[in-house]
């Protein structure tokens, strides 16, 4: 039997065995090269704590007037709940945290009446050479109230830097009523400190100069109007020559409105299209817009324009008489949504009483049918004190093209106790007087609103531009009286008026700054 030779070892000079050593905490091999400390990678994670240093419990300060926050040392910041802004902000506030790597950060839910915020963070640091470490941890916030320095000014008098007064010089509210719509829908008004109602119109107070500014570009593009500046100043210092200056802006609306009767000159008429200087307001924009109703022929006027040579309209909305519709032929004629047609009107006033009727052009043709009420301006009989009626009068062309009623719009029969509804507006936030309004001016003030909701219910191109809310509905009582449903019964015949279509209505939404308007 022959003897085996041990086999030969293989040998290779570029390989190295690796040094292996027991973790001196659990005993587990390591490599003795790398490690540090001679620990494993799990008890340096347990015995080494990168986020030591860094806050667990912090506080943010909220305005609770106007939501912002404040970041230190004296900015306040708009903020949404748990967004990139929010939680940027609480990021800021951690001390220590600049000394890490943040990997992740999101918000944990708590109760919103809880006023805690939490943040759950993640971070990495090189605990040991060549160990690096990453740590999950969270920090709560307690949110604290402290009023801005612009929400302590908005409760003081007299602290305000510039103020924008508005004014129109007609009987009525009914522009001024459009003008907030337009203000409430676009946000115009965010940045005023208070909003006070004069007698014949509205002053917008603002801390910042450039905030009135960009309010009277804003009333710029929606009307057309005339604005004025002054300055005041209220203190100096003479060693460094700092002023302080208060601004005021006049702003002052056309005194045209919509549906009012307004005799041109004939010269102005002839340069804006040779249009009939007996025109009718059907519309107010950027720009004045007329109507023949003769012709349908329809002509603006620029702001440039009547701020050039302004003048007053003939008659405006109070001095509309009711008239009844005895015939009406259409002509064919039409431009948009009016209709050229010949109509024959009575007074509602002279039914009966005399046999008096009118032949006249008009521009609703499209809605009016015989029997129905519709209002008009008389101009048989009725003296106007205005130089270009006069004219008119004298005129050898255009005295005869003066008719003798001019119609407007068409008059909705409704009950004395109007039906509640199904829409309503929102109301700006007006500063009000220690004194109450006169009866008499409380009256005329409801008397405008009314005629301006049923405006926007008869005219769907006016309110186009506004933002209507569903109106919250209220629980109905089960039981009527029976007077009340004789009542019923016997106005229900009369005719009511349109009705705006539920699709055309937003949801409801609460905001503290406005208030509801029926």
Not at 193 to 211: A, L, M, P, S, T
Not at 468 to 489: H, I, R
């Amino acid at each position: 039997m022959s003897m085996e030779v041990d086999t030969p070892l293989s040998f290779q000079p570029g390989a190295q065995s690796a040094a292996t050593i027991l973790c001196c905490n659990c005993g587990a091999p390591i490599d003795g090269t790398t490690s540090a400390g001679a620990m494993c990678y799990d008890c340096i994670k347990l015995t080494v704590d990168v986020s030591e240093g860094i806050q667990r419990e912090a506080t943010l300060h909220m305005c609770r007037d106007c939501d912002r926050w404040l970041s230190p040392p004296n900015q306040w910041l708009v903020a949404a709940p748990e967004s990139r802004e929010l939680l940027a902000l609480c990021l800021r506030k951690l001390r220590g945290l600049s000394k890490v790597r943040i990997i992740d950060a999101s918000f944990i839910w708590t109760e919103p009446h809880s006023r805690r915020i939490k943040v759950k963070i993640t971070i990495q640091q090189e605990a040991f050479e060549g160990t690096i470490l990453q740590q999950t941890f969270e920090v709560e916030y307690v949110q604290a109230y402290q009023q801005c320095p612009d929400c302590a000014k908005s409760y003081t008098h007299n602290t305000w830097r510039a103020v924008v007064q508005v004014r129109q010089k007609v009987p009525h509210k009914r522009t001024f009523l459009y003008l907030e719509q337009l203000i409430l829908k676009h946000s115009a008004h965010k940045d005023t400190i208070n909003i006070k109602e004069v007698h014949d119109g509205i002053d917008f107070y603002f801390g910042q100069r450039n905030h009135a500014e960009k309010f009277v570009d804003f009333l710029k593009s929606v009307a057309p109007i005339n604005s004025k500046k002054s300055q005041e100043l209220i203190s100096m210092d003479i060693h460094t020559s700092t002023k302080s200056y208060k601004f005021s802006y006049s702003i002052e609306l056309v005194p045209i409105c919509k549906d009012d009767l307004v005799a041109l000159p004939i010269k102005l008429a002839k340069q804006i299209g040779n249009v009939n200087p007996l025109t009718l307001c059907h519309r107010i924009g950027t720009s004045v817009n007329l109507i023949d109703p003769t012709t349908l022929q329809t002509a603006d006027i620029s702001t440039e324009i009547y701020w050039r040579a302004p003048f007053a309209p003939l008659a405006d909305v109070q001095e509309l008489v009711e008239f009844v519709v005895l015939d009406i032929e259409p002509l064919g004629a039409s431009k948009g949504r009016f209709l050229l047609a010949e109509a024959t009107v009575a007074r509602a006033s002279d039914m009966g009483a005399n046999d008096q009727t009118y032949y006249t052009r008009t521009h609703l043709g499209g809605v009016l049918h015989p029997g129905d009420s519709v209002m008009g301006y008389h101009l048989t009989g009725t003296n106007f004190n205005n130089p270009m009626f006069d004219a008119l009068e004298e005129h050898k062309h255009y005295a005869s093209t003066i008719p003798d009623v001019v119609l407007v719009k068409k008059f909705y029969a409704r009950k004395k106790k109007s039906k509640s509804r199904n829409w309503r507006l929102k109301r700006m936030a007006k500063e009000e007087s220690e004194m109450l309004p006169r009866k008499q001016d409380q009256e005329r003030m409801e008397r405008d609103f009314e005629m301006f909701l049923r405006d926007v219910e008869e005219d769907a191109e006016l309110r186009a531009g506004l933002a209507l809310y569903k109106a919250q509905q209220k629980p109905q009582a089960k039981k009527m009286d029976v007077t009340e449903e004789m009542d019923e019964e016997s106005e229900g015949g009369e005719e009511e008026g349109p009705v705006i279509p539920m699709e055309q209505l937003l949801d409801e939404f609460e905001d503290m700054t406005m208030e509801d308007g029926e």
